[in-house]
Every structure is written in C-alpha cells, then in structure tokens.
C-alpha cells in the first residue's frame, strides 16, 4: 500500500536511470519488466493511447531519462491513499488523475491523526486533569467521549480553571523561551505560534508581514491587543528562500523587540531548533494556532490537530485537515 504525502512535484523523487543502472543494475531490470506489463496492460485497456502510455510510464523519457518513483509505488500497490479528504480528491484530479482512469477503485482517504495520549494527556497534564475532573477518564481511552465538556463551556468554575492552567502552561513556555533564546515574554499577552518546516507554501512569510503591519500600528498610535509571536521551524538545507524568511523573521525580531514603543504590545521570537520535545511545551501554552498555508498545498496537518485539541484558537485556510476539523469543532471556534 502507498502513502503519498504531498502534491508538491519537487518531492516526488526522480532517479537518473543512468546512476541507477550503476548502483542497482538488478532492481533497473525489475522495474523495466513491471512497467512493460503494466503498459501492456494499460494499452489493452485504452488501445491507441500513445500519450497516456507516455504520461504513465514509469520511465520520463528524454535525452536523459528517469524512472518516476511514485509511479513505481502506484504500480507496485493494490491502496493508494491521501491523508485528507481534500488531499485524496487533489490526487485523483489532479496529480495521479491518468491512474485514478486506469484504477478508479485503488485510491482512498485515510486522514493523518496524532495521540491524544502523548498531545494531551502527557504534554498537557493540568488540562489532562481538568478534563478528567469534569468528565472522568474514558476520553483518554476513546477520544469522542471528548464531546463531554460541551456541558461545561459556560460553566464559570471551570472556565476560570481553564484560565488558570492555560496561564501555567504559558509560563512554562516562558521559561523555555528565556533559556533558549534569552528572551523575557510577557505571559499576560496572547500567544501567536507558528511553528513548522519554513517552506513558501506553508506561508511563514505572510505570518511576519502581519507582524511589520502590527509594528506599524503601534507606530501610528493605534491600540492593539498585545501578542507576542512565536515562529518555529526548520528549511530543508539547500533551500535557499527557506533561510532568507528566517534571516527576516530574526531581523524583524531584531527592530520589534528592540523598540520601545512597542514594548508591552508586541514580542517577536524565533523559535531555534524547533523539534517535537519542544513541541510538546509549546502547543499547551497556545492561544493563536496559525494554519495558513496556500489552499491545496498542505496535504493534511498535524501540528493543526495538537493545538486544537489543546484548547487553541486556529487561523487556518480552507486546506487540508483544517477542513475537517471546523466540520468537527465548528465553524464558530476558527
């Protein structure tokens, strides 16, 4: 069975069949027999369709050709699946729409999830308790038993615990953040995160001009709600327009927090070596989840599902899982 991942072309491997007959002469065999089946399958199928031959063929032709790995997973799997419902639809419309033609019943949805064990009960034990209190514990077992708290979203006991453990949680951040980049937040603030790989698509970019438009309103006189903003993530080593958004966002950081004016309004933090240990502090202390990558680019999301399910307010496009979480927790909490 095949997984795919993304719609993004650049992730789907292509091996130079000339390096791959010098490493794995053998394998290079293999694969021209499967395709030579599979195409003699598909010509049988759609006779006379050279051009779909030569879209699906497991080898790009040209002067230096390539086998397309994908289309080795597809051939060689009896599932294929996306990892959200907007992502598997993008699959069969689009990126593999000739093998959705071929095999209209091989492709399915099978939507990414994280544990509620590890991103809530372990990371988050104050909320672990709370929950527990109002609800018992078999929402750690099942998960839709989770649906128990609805009953107390106006109760004013537990709103003000829920006030006080989101203000624990933040203040453990705090900590993390002063040992980690020496800087000193202001915890009453709301929590903006924005933590991820840095990629164009996932639009940490648009996340720091709203931060220079927020600048600039203070500048201007204007009040606005005080935040501070916490960027996280990593680039892929050779991508080079991944490093300029974190060179900006640490100059931006630079001008911000050096500022008087906007002391007490607006912090801006580069988050450093962004990891899952990290993570595990940082999504208990969120109030402002940012999902905002450009629609259809996000396959699925999981940072999206930790915060929720942590009690955060989510900033998301109509993309991926995003989707079906608002159809779950509805539209008024996005």
Known sequence: AYTNHTLLPEALEKWSVEMFSRLLPRLLEIIYEINERFLGEVSTKFPGDNELLSRVSLIEGGHHPHIRMAYVALVGSFS????????????????????????????????????????????????????????????????????????????K???????????????????????????SVDTSALFDVQVKRIHEYKRQLMNVLHVIHLHDQILRGETIQPRVVIIGGKAAPGYHVAKLIIKLINNVASVIN????????????????YRVSSMEVICPATELSEQISTAGKEASGTGNMKFMMNGALTIGTFDGANIEIREKAGAENF
């Open 80 to 155: 294929v699946n996306g990892v959200a419902q907007l992502h598997t639809d993008l699959l069969k419309e689009g990126l593999f729409s000739d093998f959705q033609k071929i095999w209209p019943t091989k492709f399915n949805n099978k939507t990414n999830g994280v544990t509620p064990r590890r991103w809530l009960s372990h990371c988050n034990p104050l909320l672990r308790d709370l929950i527990t209190d109002a609800i018992g514990d078999k929402w750690q077992f099942d998960f839709q038993e989770i649906a128990g708290l609805a009953a107390f979203a106006d109760d």
């Open 157 to 183: 006991e537990f709103q003000q615990r829920w006030i006080d453990v989101k203000r624990s949680n933040k203040e453990r951040l705090a900590d993390l953040l002063q040992t980690t980049t020496g800087f």
């Open 258 to 273: 050096n500022d008087p004016t906007a002391k007490g309004k607006l912090q801006l933090i580069f988050f450093p070596n």
